[in-house]
């Protein structure tokens, strides 16, 4: 069975200091790969998604990028976290194909302060 | 794909009555909807999808309700549960594609 992974659970960093969130998919090969945020009380916004190794595509500027080193693991990272980066940060898939359902991790936690 | 949120919409049942949840999609091209549940502190949980040749699927206690004409989604929960509270979030995609398009969400309270 696919399981999904995010680690991190719970961070609390310091304005300025680098983030490195990693998400790792298990029981699948070639999935499409999404990093959403979510502030407290509201909904998802999508951040990056990725289709293969080393094809990032990006929805929103910001101070944060991802990376997809290998097929099944997907890293999000900041050089130097804003106070607004704080925040839920959820990684997710879908099979390459066949089935469209996005299938969330349990998310990591981010507090900048 | 962001959803832009105020502070999310609440909805108060009676624990035992039905709930229902309503979502207006943004584009008449969708043609696949899902219906995710989000506990405090989780990742969303898929609860039921629907594709768009359908205006109507059920599963084990919720039923999904789709109305094409007029861009609207509804998620209906059967005697409502204490364990049903939780924010409930639309989410649509097109040309059954693999980006999707989430609500603001709707707070669901069970009230004892």
Do not use: E, K, L, V
């Given at each position: 069975s696919q399981t999904i992974h995010q680690w991190p659970a719970t961070l609390v960093q310091p304005v300025g200091s680098p983030l490195s969130l990693e998400c790792t998919v298990e029981g699948t090969s070639n999935p499409n790969l999404y990093w959403y945020r979510q502030a407290a009380g509201r909904g998802l916004q999508l951040l990056f998604y990725s289709v293969g190794i080393g094809q990032i595509s990006s929805e929103v500027p910001q101070n944060l990028s991802a990376s997809r080193p290998q097929d099944r693991q997907f890293i999000l990272s900041s050089k130097k976290l804003l106070l607004s980066d704080s925040g839920f940060y959820l990684c997710a898939w879908i099979s390459?194909?066949?089935?469209n359902v996005l299938t969330f991790g349990a998310g990591s936690r981010l507090t900048v302060l | 794909g962001e959803s832009v949120g105020l502070h999310l919409p609440t909805l108060s049942v009676q624990e035992g009555d039905n709930s229902i949840i309503n979502c207006a999609y943004s584009?008449?091209?969708?043609?696949y909807f899902i219906w995710y549940k989000q506990e405090s502190g989780k990742g969303p949980q898929f609860i039921i999808d629907i594709r768009s040749n359908m205006d109507k699927r059920q599963g084990q206690r919720v039923t999904v309700l789709l109305n094409k004409t007029v861009k609207h989604l509804s998620l209906q929960i059967a005697a409502?549960?204490?364990?049903?509270s939780a924010v409930y979030f639309c989410a649509e995609t097109y040309n059954y594609g693999q980006n999707f398009v989430f609500g603001p969400g709707t707070r669901l309270s069970v009230l004892p």
């Open positions: 390459g194909s066949g089935a | 584009n008449s091209a969708s043609d409502t549960q204490p364990g049903d």
